[in-house]
């Protein structure tokens, strides 16, 4: 572990090829996995042309590694997929302190996703319930002979629920079917969507009622994933700012959402580079937090005598298995990096990196501000859109943070500036 620790420290000093050698250390790589992720060996135009429609090119996204994360006591490098400036840096940082001062700590709760099967308008609510439930167990069998491999392998579906919803337009009644799915390490979208296919001429015949919808449903509250974060002897003052930010998204879904972002800035990256679907888990995650009926601040932060707490506790249904994350070649690396073989403990990583994201976040903005941190890191971009060259974006972006450490601010027009100026110094020195 503690030469684990020693390939973290200084790493984004190093270059990148230094870096990759670290990676290849750290995580047990091996030389065509390091290609992978180098872009020597890139996403083959045959599986592109598989995974999307009218494929015409690639869009690549940096993928970089957020260090010094310890999770229930183990050492990980964390792939993060992203644009965003300053997300990995902030994870790092964030995560350097609390190995330093505490702690993270994950666990599962459930395993079961949910597959929705709509009667859109019943006649007789009351006999289709009936019989409904006294079918439940034929309606299981004939929803797991259709997926005889996931039976085989543990999962497949647990129980038939039936819910009662109010039409919108108050003219009558909804049933709704949830067919609740141990898709194992499989995110299971296309399992359940065949499993609600498959029921619905048997559940029309069964109750004389038309069937609607059948599809999953992506609120996946019967999987939930969550962490906790202590930071012991915190600084009062510091620990009361981040209290009542915690207390401000409470009161304000204006600044709930923007508390949200922060902490999907830390489950997403790792989302996307894992192959899993993002966008699945961004509609979960902001539905459960709804469910009170007031959008709400997915984290929660408190203290507790003189030790800062933080949980998050949310619905993420992640694949390791089966998509593209069994296709795409830098997902299986990003995967083998975080040494994951389940899809629940790719489920606690992302909780617990989303939960240290935010604690970066609000730390920041309970000190220093959001800006001065994130502006630092700017400082390169804007160099590049001053359309600096690659030996000259270093001297740029320093003299931006010069710039930055005294007027509080920086843009692309001072970049410009800058630029001008030092190219204008070196031809001077030419002649």
């Known amino acids: 572990m503690a030469n684990k620790r020693k390939l973290m420290e200084g790493f984004h000093r190093a270059t990148r090829d230094e870096r990759l050698a670290r990676l290849k250390e750290f995580c047990s790589l091996t030389d065509a996995d390091v290609k992978v992720l180098s872009g020597e060996t890139p996403l083959p135009a045959e599986i592109a042309e598989h995974l999307i429609e009218n494929?015409?090119?690639?869009?690549?996204?940096?993928?970089?590694?957020?260090t010094n994360f310890q999770i229930d006591g183990q050492d990980l490098l964390i792939p993060m997929a992203v644009e965003e400036t300053s997300i990995i840096a902030a994870a790092s940082a964030t995560a350097k302190w609390v190995r330093t001062e505490g702690s993270i700590r994950t666990y599962s709760k459930g395993r079961l996703i949910i597959g929705q099967?709509?009667?859109?308008?019943?006649?007789?609510?009351?006999?289709a319930r009936k019989i409904l439930h006294e079918q439940r167990d034929l309606l299981i069998g004939l929803?797991?002979?259709c997926v005889p491999g996931l039976v085989n392998r543990g999962g497949g579906v647990r129980?038939?629920?039936v819910r009662e919803i109010p039409r919108a337009e108050g003219d009558g009644t909804m049933l709704v079917l949830h067919v609740l799915c141990d898709p194992c390490d499989a995110m299971g979208a296309n399992l359940i969507n065949q499993v609600c296919e498959a029921?619905?001429?048997?559940?029309?015949?069964l109750t004389h009622e038309r069937v609607?919808?059948?599809?999953?449903?992506?609120l996946t509250d019967g999987k939930l994933a969550g962490a906790e974060v202590i930071v012991r002897n915190i600084d009062p003052?510091?620990?009361k700012g981040i209290v009542e930010a915690t207390l401000f998204a409470k009161a304000d879904p204006y600044r709930a959402a923007t508390h949200n972002k922060g902490v999907m800035n830390g489950i997403d990256p790792i989302l996307i580079a894992t192959g899993n679907d993002w966008r699945a888990t961004e509609a979960g995650i902001h539905a459960y937090v709804c469910r009170t009926g007031k959008y709400q601040p997915v984290t929660d932060w408190v203290m507790d005598g003189s030790d800062l707490v933080g949980r998050i506790e949310v619905p993420l249904a992640v694949g390791t298995v089966?998509?593209?994350?069994?296709?795409?070649?830098t997902a299986l690396v990003a995967l083998k990096m975080m040494g994951i073989e389940k899809a629940e403990d790719l489920a606690r990583i992302c909780a617990a990196v989303g939960l240290v994201q935010n604690l970066g976040a609000l730390r920041a903005l309970s000190t220093v501000g959001i800006v001065k941190g994130h502006m630092q890191l700017h400082a390169a971009n804007l160099a590049i859109a001053a359309g600096a060259e690659i030996h000259e974006i270093p001297r740029v972006r320093e003299r931006l943070n010069e710039v930055l450490r005294t007027e509080k601010q920086i843009n692309l027009t001072r970049a410009k500036e800058i630029l001008e100026a030092i190219r204008v110094a070196e031809r001077s020195r030419a002649f």
């Open 237 to 239: 003052v510091l620990g």
């Open 199 to 205: 029921l619905k001429p048997r559940v029309e015949e």
């Open 159 to 161: 129980d038939i629920a």
């Open 55 to 66: 494929v015409v090119g690639y869009f690549p996204i940096p993928l970089g590694v957020a």
């Open 143 to 145: 929803a797991n002979a």
């Open 322 to 329: 089966g998509g593209v994350t069994r296709v795409h070649p």
């Open 117 to 127: 099967v709509q009667l859109p308008s019943v006649r007789n609510v009351a006999a």
């Open 212 to 218: 609607g919808l059948c599809i999953l449903s992506n």
